[in-house]
């Protein structure tokens, strides 16, 4: 898994953006967390309003796993340690259903809302939106 921040050269007021590519993998969360963290305390994290949103384009992950939603999930940590939040941009479907699935779609910036950077994903045939866990009511013929 690699990330770079080509955004933050070329523009002095875009925001700061990770880009992660490539297969998810622990082992790159460290270096990925000391990046953002490097990246937050330079000049262009001090010139962020507080509370501002890190962007991070993941739309070039390959494979989706816990592995790459616990890594997402320490970023978001970072983020906010440094009172920023982290907004994730070009998430596949698959990991939109996972961060979904442990509860994890709000923490990381995850937004129900679908756009072109963040397509949901398409329902099969007789598939029905049941809503997240915490918004239904169950079901007793389930």
Known sequence: MEA???????????PITLTVTGPAGRTAGSDLCAELESLLAGPKGA???????????????????????EVLARLALVAR???RTLRLRRAPPG???????VGLA???????AAGP??????????????????????????
């Open 4 to 14: 770079n921040a080509p955004e933050a050269s070329k523009n002095p007021d875009a």
């Open 47 to 69: 010139a962020l309003a507080p509370g501002a949103a890190v962007e991070c384009d993941v739309g070039g992950v390959l494979g989706p796993d816990l592995a790459l939603v």
């Open 81 to 83: 340690r440094n009172g």
């Open 95 to 101: 990991l939109r259903a996972l961060l979904d699935l």
């Open 106 to 112: 709000d923490a990381v910036g995850l937004t129900d």
């Open 117 to 142: 950077d963040t397509a949901a994903a398409p329902r099969g045939r007789g598939q029905r939106d049941r809503g997240r866990p915490q918004d239904r009511v169950p079901d007793p013929r389930e």
